[in-house]
């Protein structure tokens, strides 16, 4: 997409408003998902149907159309709620700062938690988006460690302060929550943010940045003005939610 062509090299007023543009652009995209989220879930209630039978289930035929559109099935209205703002939050994050890799790695995690769900979950219908949230949760929080730099940095300690409390959803300690889905969309985060992190953002730098060190010397320019191909040439492992016959939710 040539919008994603952009990295902002100066503060005059055309890259404020390109920058603009792309802020928007993420936050449309984030919120078509969250609109089919509340749709799916107001047309279940409204008409008392159930699609869980959209969701995951394990080993089973039947189950395979989950890993597309379990995210999109909720238990109620609560379950919704819970995952409609981090979603929201960090998915917009995501295609604002990645931009060009952003679609990518959004999609690697949405099938890999999907797939990982349906090879080792337990047998029932896992529904919800909370196998994504997970997966975005968890690759900010690695990649912004990984590049040291200040800006993803920030997103990962807002991720560790606002949804801090996700690390203990990927064990099983609930019966009704989907924790399978949490493991594996936290595990298929780490592992693109590992295998991603070849991958450079042009930004401005800080004036701090280009201070001399004790020597006299600038620090190296670690910037590059194109993304760089990752040099690793193994793929990640691949990583949903649920509602048992019994029913579990993410």
């Known amino acids: 997409m040539p919008l994603f062509r952009y990295y ?24 078509i ?20 039978t959209f ?7 039947k189950g395979l159309k989950g890993i597309l559109f379990s995210p999109f099935i909720h238990s109620n209205y609560n379950h919704l ?11 917009t994050a995501l295609v604002y700062y990645y931009r060009r890799i952003s679609y990518r790695i959004f999609f690697l995690v ?32 690695v990649s912004g460690i990984l590049r040291n730099d200040v800006r993803l940095l920030t997103v990962s300690v807002i991720v560790v302060f ?20 949490h493991l594996w969309g936290a595990v298929s985060g780490v592992l693109l943010a590992i295998y991603y992190r070849k991958y450079t953002v042009k930004r401005k730098k800080f004036e701090w ?26 793929n990640p492992d691949y990583n949903s939610d649920s509602k048992n016959n019994t029913e579990n939710q993410q």
């Not at 509340?38 to 699609?51: A, D, N």
């Not at 606002?162 to 889905?181: C, N, Q, R, T």
């Not at 020597?215 to 993304?227: A, H, T, V, W």
Request: with cysteine.
């Open 110 to 141: 949405y099938i890999i938690s999907g797939i990982c769900v349906w090879l080792g979950g337990r047998p029932a219908w896992h529904i919800g988006a909370s196998g994504v949230v997970y997966g975005l949760a968890a690759f900010h929080f």
């Open 162 to 181: 606002l949804y801090g409390s996700m690390f203990w959803g990927i064990f099983p300690m609930k019966p009704d929550v989907s924790w399978e889905a």
């Open 55 to 61: 969701g995951v289930y394990p080993l089973h035929l």
């Open 81 to 91: 709620m819970a995952n409609s703002l981090p979603f929201f939050i960090l998915l």
């Open 8 to 31: 902002p090299q100066n503060n005059d007023g055309g890259d404020k408003e390109l920058e603009k543009k792309i802020l928007i652009h993420s936050l449309i995209f984030s919120a």
């Open 33 to 52: 998902f969250i609109f089919l989220f509340w749709l799916v879930e107001i047309i279940e209630q409204s008409f008392g149907l159930s699609f869980v």
């Open 209 to 234: 940045e280009d201070e001399p060190d004790e020597e006299g010397e600038l620090p190296p320019d670690i910037d590059s003005p194109y993304f760089q191909e990752p040099t690793l040439s193994s």
